[in-house]
Nanobody
Framework: QVQLVESGGGLVQAGGSLRLSCEAS????????MGWYRQAPGNQRELVAR???????FYGDSVKDRFTISRDNAKNTVYLQMNSLRPEDTAVYYC?????????WGQGTQVTVSS
């Protein structure tokens, strides 16, 4: 069963930082590349970062050099360290398998960046 629980969002001023966490069910975490997605109001959900089971990471152009994805396989948890946040980073952030997500999604965590 796929279970994804995101946390760590909040309200932050532009230029600030947040660290998101996502705990996934053990059955899926260890064998899948994982990613962080985000969806802003009126926009499609987009993949912003992903990490392979071996720890290799990939980033979308809009977050490259600002966001860092990591994973702790012992805790079945994937993280997203977000620095130099911008108002356009405002969105609900989700984790899921990447780049082909499972149909089941978590509740997401809201990130709001004020200017």
């Amino acid at each position: 069963q796929v279970q994804l629980v995101e946390s760590g969002g909040g309200l932050v001023q532009a230029g600030g930082s947040l660290r998101l966490s996502c705990e996934a069910s053990r059955s899926i975490f260890s064998i899948n590349a994982m990613g962080w997605y985000r969806q802003a109001p009126g926009n499609q959900r987009e993949l912003v970062a992903r990490i392979t089971t071996g720890g290799r990471s990939f980033y979308g152009d809009s977050v490259k050099d600002r966001f860092t994805i990591s994973r702790d396989n012992a805790k079945n948890t994937v993280y997203l360290q977000m620095n130099s946040l911008r108002p356009e980073d405002t969105a609900v952030y989700y984790c899921n398998r990447a780049p082909s997500p499972f149909p089941t999604w978590g509740q997401g965590t809201q990130v709001t960046v004020s200017s």
